[in-house]
Every structure is written in structure tokens, then in C-alpha cells.
């Protein structure tokens, strides 16, 4: 990594500052994710060398309580061979004792499953001889062929790698291995219908599901691996692809027989959509199936190249699916941690004001049909920047989300579209939460996330209004400052150039 990248990621104002980031240059999908001896690891998809998706490595850090991290050497790199071209994304498994990486070698535009063995400290990083262990199906035509879900169910190890097969729709193909090398295929876990529905649609499936995960979920929260026999809710995460564009993480639920998962239904996992890409969950030592995505950039190549860094993680998230079968999210209790002083708000009963950037907003809203809470937020004094969160209720009684996008941003060639949806099942009243740091926003609506970027550009843009509109009301509003987490080893990675 250059130092200079470094300074400039470091001196971007819209640079997260309590969420994870690389410490300089381009960071994609979270990989590898788990907790061992109390350590939580977090690898991702990186290039050290510049904000673009190049020669992709495995970065690595840790942390103990989710909220500051310390960055580790590189824990994989391109080689010669299966992976010359990139270490792409997949998981950390334990196999008897021993940490294993399975993830997608890229060389020549192909993708194949690769192996990697750890020692305890999972910092060293042994790539099996024999890669890759495992290639694209023969005689399907598939679109592409990467990412890993893999697990133990009777006895054995299961895997599903991503894919589509053209001309149908993504895909995910499950295998059985004794060994973790040798895989036999078992036939693809479900096949969407690329053309049911338009592909400017929420609910498009795409024509390769990339960055899947497969598990079962239960209203109390608590998860386990998949098992075709036990008759529960599982569920099917993926990210909705089509010929190189990333449209959006969905969670197809149904049951599953241990070949193949029958959908009931899919939901949209973050009404923001792609900025809330790629997500990998797994179960931590206390039992519970968090999850993190990546929050890409919404802003031009150039802007990214001048800025230094590109790329954040969202807050790691729990999930639980409640009676009705919606997933909900909220985000981990830990980042209590990261809050620094109480927001100081002015204003009237309709409207408090405070102001800040790296922030946290919690209040209930009590929304009778025909009334409406909005909050600003990154709002310069005279509204010409603005984002506009706004709650209603429709006519079938649920409330409904706007996040309005249109004014975020003075700057040019920006996504302004706005994120719309349903908090399904909401009673008279909703809690809401909002993270807001540098340039992302999650909101949580009864555990519906809407994760977004937005890149205000006036030095005052720091306004936050939360106002009540037609018999709506804000009750029990706090916020806070959240505190900036300077990465406490930031250290020259291996490998790279000065
Ligand atoms: C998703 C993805 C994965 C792939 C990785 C490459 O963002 O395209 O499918 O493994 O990124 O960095």
C-alpha cells in the first residue's frame, strides 16, 4: 500500500469512521467470517494497491468486540496457478481442528473452487497443491460459477457454489464431500425464473445468484446449518447478478430435503439494494447469525481513484425471522460501544434539530394512516443538500419507507434515486434507528435495513431535523455522537509497493 492512498483515505471527510474499512484502496465482499476464542475474524475481498477491483486478495482483521478492529497481514494473494488473477470470495470452515478457506480462484476469466489451509492463529495461509479442487459443471451451460456456502449435515461436508444457468436463471449447485477435496454433485439447490419479473424490479433474481449462504433461522433468533431433515424454515441468501451488474441481496425461505430447497418466498434483505451488497452471515459463540455486508460506493471511478479508499462494510447485523416468516435485522448490541456524547437537540414539539455526521438516532414513531414522520439528515443550513427519511402508512396499513435521495448530493453523476418499501406486520407503533457515518446511512424500521451512500458535498451539511407531520408523533428521540474508531495497527501489508 502507498502511504499516500493512506492520506488520502485518511483526510476523506466521507470516509466511515466507525465502520469497517481497509485501510486504504478497494474493499469488497466480507469473507471468512467467524468467531473463534472470543476473536472475531473479518477477511474481505481487497486491492491494497488502488480503489479498484484488481488482483484481488484476502484482507484480514480482528476484533473482540465488533467495534474497533486491528488489521492483520494479507491472508491470501494471486499466485501462479488456479487463483493468478484473484483469491475471490468464500468462507472459513473447521475442519476437525483445522481452519480451512474455501474460496474461488480467478485466472483467464475462469472460476474454480480452491483450498487453503491455517494454523490456529489464521494468519498463515497454506494453498492445497491440489487446487482447484472443484470446476463448473459439465454439460450445463452456466454463466458463471463462484462463491461458497459450505456446512456439515450427516456426516459429511455440503457445499453450494453460485451460479445461473443461461437461459433460466441463477442458481446455486449443491455438492457432497467426504474430505473437503474430492465433490460430487447432487444437482442445483433451486433455479430462479430470470424472466418472471422485469429486471428493474426489487424482486428480479438475475441471471447468477453470487455470494450465497444457506441456512435455518427461527423466531428466537437462534440458527443453525441447513438439514434436509428437520422440516424447519431454511434460508437461501444470494446477491442478485446479471452480466456484471450487482442488483441486489435477496433471502429466498422454504423447506428443504437435503437435495433441494422448495422456495415459498423471497424477500428483498435491504431495501437499499446494491449498497448493501454481498452480505455473509455467520454463527457466532454466543449463537447468533450475524451477518455483514458491503456497501459499495455509489460514486464515479475518478472520484474513487482521488479519494483514496473505496468501499465499507455495513454494521454487522443479527437476523431472526419472526412468526410471519419476514427476516429482521438489527444491528449488533456491541456498537453501544462506538457511542461517544448525547446528540443536544433544539426545537419544538413537531421538530427537534441537532446536528451531526457519525451519529446514531433512535426514537418510536406512532403513524395513524393519512400522518407522516421525516427526518433530514446530512442537511445543509439553507436545505439545498439533504437526505429525506420518510414513514407513512398506506392503505393496507403498513407503513412505508422513503428514503428520498434526490437532494443528497450537490455534486454531479450521482445516483439519485430514491429507496422505497413496507415495514410488513407494523402495529400502531415503529422503532427506528439510523446510523449515519461520513457517507452511509442504515436505517432500521422494525428491523427492515435500508443501507444507502450519499456524498453531500457542503462543509455545512450536517443538519439532522426529525419532525412530525398530520397527528404523527416522535416519542422517546436520543441520539448520539459516534466515536471515530482510528484502526489501532494500520501496518505495512506484505507484498506491497512503496
Ligand atoms: C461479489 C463478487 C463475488 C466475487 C467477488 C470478487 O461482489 O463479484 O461474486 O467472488 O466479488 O471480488
Known amino acids: 500500500m502507498h502511504d499516500t492512498l493512506r492520506e488520502l483515505a485518511v483526510a476523506d471527510p466521507l470516509r466511515p469512521g466507525y465502520h469497517f474499512t481497509s485501510p486504504a484502496g478497494w474493499l469488497n465482499d466480507p469473507n471468512g467470517t467467524c468467531q473463534r476464542d472470543g476473536v472475531f475474524h473479518l477477511f474481505y475481498q481487497y486491492n491494497p494497491e488502488s480503489p479498484q477491483h484488481r488482483s484481488i486478495q484476502w484482507g484480514h482483521a480482528t476484533s ?23 483469491c475471490w470470495s468464500g468462507v472459513l470452515v473447521d475442519d476437525g481442528g483445522r481452519p480451512v478457506i474455501v474460496y474461488s480462484g480467478h485466472a483467464e476469466g475462469r472460476q474454480t473452487a480452491c483450498l487453503a489451509y491455517g494454523d490456529e492463529s489464521l494468519t498463515s495461509w497454506t494453498k492445497e497443491p491440489g487446487n482447484p479442487v472443484l470446476e463448473r459443471p459439465e454439460g450445463v451451460d452456466v454463466t458463471e460459477f463462484r462463491d461458497h456456502a459450505v456446512w456439515r449435515e450427516g456426516g459429511s461436508w455440503r457445499q453450494i457454489i453460485g451460479s445461473g444457468i443461461r437461459g433460466e436463471g441463477g442458481t446455486a449447485f449443491l455438492y457432497s464431500s467426504d474430505d473437503l477435496k474430492e465433490w460430487s454433485l447432487i444437482g442445483p439447490l433451486a433455479v430462479g425464473d430470470a424472466d418472471a419479473l422485469p429486471d428493474d424490479d426489487p424482486l428480479w433474481t438475475g441471471t447468477m445468484w453470487e455470494c450465497i449462504d444457506f441456512f435455518r433461522l427461527r423466531p428466537d433468533g437462534s440458527t443453525a446449518a441447513p438439514d434436509g431433515e428437520s422440516g424447519e424454515t431454511h434460508v437461501l441468501i444470494y446477491s442478485a447478478w446479471d452480466d456484471g451488474r450487482t442488483m441486489h441481496p435477496l433471502a429466498a425461505t422454504g423447506s428443504y430435503d437435503g437435495r433441494a ?25 454466543a449463537g447468533r447469525r450475524i451477518l455483514w455486508s458491503w456497501m459499495q460506493e455509489a460514486r464515479s ?15 454487522p447485523r443479527t437476523l431472526a425471522l419472526d412468526e410471519s416468516g419476514t427476516i429482521r435485522q438489527s444491528p449488533v448490541a456491541e456498537l453501544e460501544g462506538a457511542r461517544g456524547a448525547r446528540l443536544a437537540w433544539s426545537g419544538g414539539e413537531k421538530s427537534a434539530i441537532s446536528r451531526g455526521t457519525r451519529a446514531e438516532l433512535a426514537f418510536e414513531a406512532r403513524i395513524p394512516e393519512g400522518s407522516g414522520v421525516g427526518v433530514d439528515l446530512f442537511a445543509s443550513d439553507d ?21 428520498d435521495r434526490s437532494a443528497s448530493s450537490l455534486g454531479e453523476g450521482l445516483d439519485t434515486r430514491a429507496h422505497t418499501g413496507v415495514v410488513p406486520g407494523a402495529g400502531e407503533t415503529v422503532a ?24 453531500p458535498t457542503r462543509d455545512d451539511a450536517d443538519g439532522i431535523r426529525v419532525g412530525a407531520r398530520g397527528g404523527a408523533a416522535v416519542a422517546n428521540l436520543e441520539g448520539w455522537e459516534m466515536l471515530d474508531q482510528e484502526q489501532p495497527v494500520r501496518q505495512m501489508l506484505p507484498g506491497a509497493s512503496e
Not at 263 to 271: G, K, P, V
Open 301 to 315: 471511478d475518478a472520484a474513487m481513484v482521488e479519494a483514496g479508499w473505496s468501499g465499507a462494510m455495513a454494521l
Open 432 to 455: 427506528v434507528r439510523a446510523f449515519l457515518d461520513g457517507s452511509s446511512l442504515e436505517v432500521f424500521v422494525d428491523g427492515i435495513a435500508t443501507t444507502t451512500r450519499v456524498y
Open 64 to 86: 473482540t468486540d465488533l467495534v474497533s478492529w486491528r488489521d492483520l497481514p494479507i491472508a491470501l494473494a494471486p499466485s501462479e496457478g488456479p487463483d493468478a488473477e484473484g
Open 261 to 285: 430447497l422448495s422456495i415459498e418466498r423471497t424477500q428483498r434483505l435491504d431495501l437499499g439494494g446494491r449498497h448493501a451488497y454481498a452480505p455473509q452471515t455467520f454463527v457466532d459463540e
Open 383 to 403: 436545505g439545498s443538500e439533504r437526505t429525506t427519511l420518510r414513514l407513512g402508512r398506506d392503505a393496507a396499513g403498513d407503513v412505508t419507507i422513503e428514503l
